[in-house]
């Protein structure tokens, strides 16, 4: 595939302590992952250090947030460049839960973008509608309004994964359907190749998120624009090992 390996990422939100999350790198450590699938998982902050001093090296570990600045009088937040010293490969930005309940802007989300990349992050930048505006049919509106503000500070689009999570289907058990992702994948497909080219279009990695657990992550990762799954509360069971080997099955 010209895109790159199919990825499979968690997002542990604000769950977790340093024993349940070592027994959580322990069910990784142990398990046979399919060595096709590019694999990450994103621990609170606090935890990234344990997490990556324990974890097998081919898994990466991921950062949920970091500051839109290098460095300076920015008190309680972190920097980039510090997730990078201290071993993280990923960080997740704009996650409809910044958005929505810390007030982060599309404006704070381009920022974040820019500094982390350049930090030599790999990011995985989300986009995604409300119930609302999914029933009003805004869906690509929107989608388009947040791309807008993430692409103008991409100049290299190599480390940039694009994040399709549908605000009405995170946490909520409520998954979109394969078809429904796709149609939207396919249209974000669209979007970077009518503003960014070619190349950008059919290398960039599209993953969906929402409600992705054992029982649908093989439907949704035959789909052809679906290149990643990000996984949230199924990530925090074992479970999440065998949906790593989603692709398995399909062979
Ligand atoms: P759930 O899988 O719990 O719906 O969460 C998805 C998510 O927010 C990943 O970032």
């Known amino acids: 595939m010209v895109r790159g390996k199919f990825i499979v990422g968690s997002n542990y939100k604000m769950n977790g302590s340093q ?5 959580l790198v ?14 990450f998982i994103s621990p609170p902050l606090v935890y990234i250090d344990l997490v990556r001093k324990n974890l097998r090296r081919d898994v990466a570990v991921g950062a949920q947030n970091c500051y839109l600045k290098a460095t300076g009088a920015y008190t309680g937040e972190v920097a980039p460049e ?9 960080v997740i930005l704009g996650h ?19 500094q982390a990349l350049q930090a030599g992050l790999r990011v995985i930048a989300c986009v995604g509608e409300k119930l609302e505006e999914h029933q009003a049919e805004k869906t690509l509106e929107v989608l388009y309004r947040q791309l807008d503000a993430i692409a103008d500070h991409v100049l290299d689009w190599s480390n940039l994964v694009v994040a399709y999570e549908p605000v009405w289907a995170i946490g909520t058990g409520r998954v979109a359907t394969p078809e429904q ?9 669209e979007w970077l190749r009518s503003k ?17 657990n054992l029982s649908n992550a093989a439907m949704l990762a035959n789909e052809e ?23 398995q099955g399909s062979r």
């Open 196 to 212: 960014k080219g070619d190349h950008v279009a059919d290398q960039t990695r599209i993953i969906y998120g929402g409600s992705v």
């Open 82 to 90: 510090m997730l990078r010293d201290i071993g993280a490969e990923y």
């Open 181 to 189: 992702a796709q149609r939207v994948h396919r249209a974000i497909r």
């Open 225 to 247: 624009d679906i290149d990643g799954l990000f996984v949230g509360g199924a990530s925090l069971k074992p479970e999440f090992v065998d949906i790593c080997n989603v692709l």
């Open 96 to 114: 409809t839960e910044r958005r929505e309940i810390f007030k982060e802007s599309d404006t704070d989300v381009g920022l974040k973008v820019e």
């Open 19 to 23: 024993s349940s999350l070592l027994a």
């Open 26 to 39: 322990g069910l990784l450590n142990h398990a046979q992952l399919d060595s096709n699938v590019e694999i």
